[in-house]
C-alpha cells in the first residue's frame, strides 16, 4: 500500500469513528451541544441547560419547507404526549425572509407549539449538530447524550409511514435502554446555510 492509500485510510477510519452514518459531525454517544440564550417565539431566552425534563429532543425545523410544514402535527403530538418527561425544542436557523422571527412567532402562535420555537441566526447550533436538513431530531438522554438522531419515521405522508424511529427512541431514553434504531435518515429540505467567505 503506497503512502497516500495509507494516509487515505487512516483519514476514513477517524471519520467513521467521530461521526454517524448519516451525520458527518456527530455520533452517537456524543454529548448534545448546548445552546444559550437563543431567542424563541415567546419572547424570552432559551439554554439547554434550563431544561429539567428526563429527556430532551431537538428538532430542527423552518417555516419554508413544506417537509417540515408536513411534520408539523406529528412533533406536537409527540410534544404533548410526553409532555411530563419529555423537553421537545425546535430550533430554526435558516435566514430567509419567510424564516425570520417575526414569522416563526406568527407560525407558533397559529400552531399553537407546545414547545419552544427558538431561532439561531448565526446557525451555529445547527452546524455543532451536523444537522442538514428540516426536520431532523435529535434525543438526548439524562446524561444529554445522543441516543438517536435522524428522521421521525420513514415518510412525509403520514398515511404512508411504514417505520417510526423517533418515538421507540424516545421510549428508550425514558427507560435507559438502547434504541433499536439509533441512527437513520431525516427527510426533509436541506438547511439554508450562509456560504462562507474565504
Request: net charge neutral.
Amino acid at each position: 500500500m503506497n503512502r497516500v492509500a495509507v494516509i487515505l485510510s487512516v483519514v476514513l477510519v477517524a471519520s467513521a469513528a467521530t461521526a454517524g452514518q448519516f451525520n458527518a459531525v456527530r455520533n452517537i454517544g456524543d454529548a448534545g451541544p448546548a445552546w444559550k440564550d437563543l431567542p424563541g417565539t415567546d419572547g424570552k431566552s432559551h439554554s439547554l441547560a434550563d431544561l429539567d425534563k428526563k429527556v430532551v429532543v431537538v428538532v430542527f425545523i423552518c417555516n419554508s419547507c413544506d417537509v417540515a410544514t408536513a411534520y408539523q402535527d406529528r412533533i406536537i403530538a409527540l410534544a404533548k404526549k410526553y409532555a411530563d418527561r419529555v423537553a421537545v425544542v425546535a430550533i430554526n436557523v435558516n435566514r430567509t425572509p419567510e424564516d425570520g422571527l417575526e414569522q416563526m412567532k406568527q407560525r407558533a402562535e397559529e400552531k399553537q407549539y407546545p414547545f419552544p420555537y427558538l431561532f439561531d441566526e448565526t446557525q451555529k447550533i445547527a452546524k455543532d449538530y451536523g444537522a442538514a436538513f428540516t426536520p431532523e431530531f435529535f434525543v438526548l438522554g439524562p446524561d444529554r447524550k445522543i441516543v438517536y438522531m435522524g428522521g421521525m419515521d420513514d415518510s412525509s405522508d403520514p398515511a404512508a409511514v411504514k417505520a417510526n424511529y423517533l418515538a421507540p427512541a424516545v421510549e428508550a431514553a425514558l427507560s435507559g435502554t438502547q434504541p433499536d434504531v439509533a441512527e437513520a435518515a431525516a427527510i426533509g429540505c436541506r438547511i439554508r446555510f450562509a456560504r462562507e467567505r474565504r
